[in-house]
């Protein structure tokens, strides 16, 4: 069975209604960023960081998986299927996905403050005071700016064993994740589907400006 290797971002679960912070009405507008994703944020305003992932959360129960998802899951019928995600949302494996790398966490996670390993699962708000068992002030389990991206070797090893690579969504300018592609052995039959493209097509990299309902679709009929 060939090994499929999907990484995906923010475009992945944009029809889904979760916009993506590169959009003129995205997610960041009206944030610094440097206030709401950053440990020093947090460590300035740890209300502030709190509110805004909690409203993050509340909206992943307003969403669903869009079509695009459900395909991936398909896809498991067929292929090995690993999918690497820079999102945060729970979208793919609603879907039916089984195989999901998180590279920047989950937003129904939470951690300790103390310990990075120490995680729970969390689907209500996160509030000061809520507590780990040690006693430490609990977090969003997302991976900020500035911080290291714990999942990456993993996600490296496994895209060195990719047969097909599709990237969906993502701009792949935002490293380290947008250095896996590099990763995928040579000549590895790879699918780059955005609606507004930053590479063009050549040799073995095909690219579909569409969206990721529709260029998921498209990208399966060809391999």
Not at 95 to 116: D, P, Y
Not at 122 to 146: A, S
């Amino acid at each position: 069975m060939k090994h499929l290797v999907v990484l995906t971002g923010a475009g992945m679960s944009a029809e889904s209604g979760i916009k993506t912070f590169r959009d003129e009405n995205g997610l960041w507008k009206g944030h610094d960023v440097m206030e709401v994703a950053t440990p020093e944020g947090f460590a300035a305003n740890p209300e502030l960081v709190l509110d805004f992932y909690n409203q993050r959360r509340r909206q992943l129960f307003e969403v669903k998986p869009n079509q695009a998802h459900y395909d991936l899951a398909a896809l498991e019928r067929r292929f090995k299927v690993s999918i690497i995600t820079q999102n945060v949302d729970d979208l793919h494996e609603r879907a039916g996905s089984t195989n999901v790398i998180h590279l920047h966490g989950e937003l129904l996670k939470a951690r300790s403050t103390f310990n990075a390993e120490d995680i729970v699962e969390w689907k209500t708000d996160i509030l000061l005071g809520d507590l780990c068992e040690k006693g430490y002030q609990l977090r969003p389990h997302i991976v900020w700016f500035g911080e290291e991206v714990p999942m990456i070797e993993k996600a490296m090893h496994i895209c060195e064993t990719a047969d097909i690579l599709m990237i969906i969504g993502t701009s792949m300018q935002v490293y380290p994740a947008a250095g896996l592609m590099h990763y995928v052995p040579q000549n590895t039959p790879t699918y780059f589907i955005d609606p507004k493209p930053n590479i063009a097509s050549h040799k073995n990299l095909t690219v579909i400006a569409d969206t990721a309902t529709v260029g998921v679709k498209k990208a399966i009929e060809l391999f």
